[in-house]
């Protein structure tokens, strides 16, 4: 079944042309602000990696990743990634880089267990990053403070788009709001999760909700997030625990949140065993990369996934990821979203 959103007056602001001129612009401007504000080096990451070393991202423990056989290799099995949450905590380990400094790089995914709609498809592009830190930035302050640097960097990509193309007028707020997965829980306990999310990008514009991937009051969990990378179970001091969360902002096009970042202060070894428990799968901790965490061979790090088509869907005001990359659509996706003027490429 469709799960296609169609505007009831839709007209890009750019042409076909303009487009691919903005994306190229837009994804080497924010790079460059990313980079600056947060003391990161570019790295080359890899498409895919070795199965059963633990460093492929389980996402929610269900999506099957896209796997191959290598010839040459006696067969071994490789696995296309699903995102690099944890290759970057051993790159970043390997290299050596002292606290406040760290590396960034494009991460290209393929997910075929995802739904395809209007924010989805089964490609994902990406900007990972990943930061040393000390023990002294384990805390949610520390994590607050490093979300207002990226969304500083996400200001300044509005305004440099603006400059460029007039049509496209600035309109996040001057700040972000924070909240707490478990409050908002408690004061929307009759809501879905998304439609919280939608309540609350509706009423600030840009939020960093706190708390992805724990149990909230009613036992349930606002979203879906692996066990051995982001730290979701440590208390903030605030009597909330989590020191992660996902970045939204609100869509006027789409007319519901939209969510461009999730990170988090990554999991240390006491973190890491906890959630393996919670979540019903302590076997990992026999995988190369959860011994080496465990053994204390990694560097305490913080990091997130920054998504780049999603970035350029909302600047320049597409309905449709289609727009910004190439993709597989069912035929009467496409029919309907001709029909609406939205141009998939």
Request: glycine share 8%.
């Amino acid at each position: 079944m469709s799960k296609l959103y169609l505007p009831d007056i839709y007209e890009s602001p750019l042409g076909e042309r303009e487009t691919e001129h903005a994306i190229s612009g837009l994804k080497d401007f924010f790079q460059n602000e990313l980079s600056t504000e947060l003391n990161l080096t570019r790295v080359t990451a890899p498409l895919f990696v070795p199965a059963n070393t633990g460093l492929n991202d389980n996402l929610n423990g269900v999506e099957k990743p896209v796997s191959f056989n290598v010839k040459d290799l006696d067969g071994r099995t490789m696995e296309i990634v699903q995102s690099l949450a944890k290759w970057k905590r051993v790159k970043v380990t390997d290299m050596n880089l002292l606290p406040g400094f760290g590396i960034y790089t494009d991460m290209n995914a393929i997910r075929p267990d995802e739904e395809l709609d209007n924010t989805h498809s089964l490609y994902v592009d990406q900007w990972d990053w990943e930061m040393c830190i000390d023990q002294n930035d384990r805390t949610v302050m520390h994590l607050k403070e490093v979300v207002e640097k990226i969304y500083r960097c996400l200001k300044r990509v509005e305004f440099f788009i603006y400059d460029r193309y007039d049509k496209i007028r600035p309109f996040l707020p001057s700040e972000i709001k924070f909240l707490y997965a478990d409050d908002l829980q408690r004061q929307y306990p009759e809501l879905s999760p998304k439609q919280r999310e939608f309540e609350v990008c509706r009423k600030y514009g840009a939020v960093f909700i706190i708390g992805i991937g724990g149990k909230l009051p009613d036992g349930t969990i606002h979203d879906g997030r692996s066990p051995d990378y982001d730290d979701w179970i440590t208390e903030t001091g605030d009597g909330h625990r989590g020191l992660n969360g996902d970045l939204l902002v609100w869509n006027p096009i789409l007319q519901n949140a939209f969510e461009l970042s999730s990170m988090g202060i990554r999991v240390d070894a006491e973190s890491l065993h906890t959630q393996l428990e919670e979540r019903g799968c302590l076997d990992r901790e026999e995988l190369p990369f959860h011994k080496r965490l465990l053994s204390g061979g990694l560097s305490l790090t913080m990091g997130g996934g920054i998504g780049q088509s999603r970035l350029c869907m909302f600047f320049l005001r597409k309905a449709h990821i289609g727009e910004i990359q190439v993709g597989i659509w069912s035929d009467a996706d496409r029919i309907e979203c001709k029909k609406h003027g939205i141009n998939l490429l």
